[in-house]
């Protein structure tokens, strides 16, 4: 249980990473 928690948090914080990341690369390469 405690594991699974774990990991859909790792996920979730992963995607968000990603977006905020493809969010300043697009912004950056495209002003």
Sequence with gaps: MLES???????AVSTIVT??????????VMP
């Design 5 to 11: 928690s774990s990991y859909l948090v790792l996920v």
């Design 19 to 28: 977006v905020m990341f493809v969010g300043v690369t697009d912004v950056v």
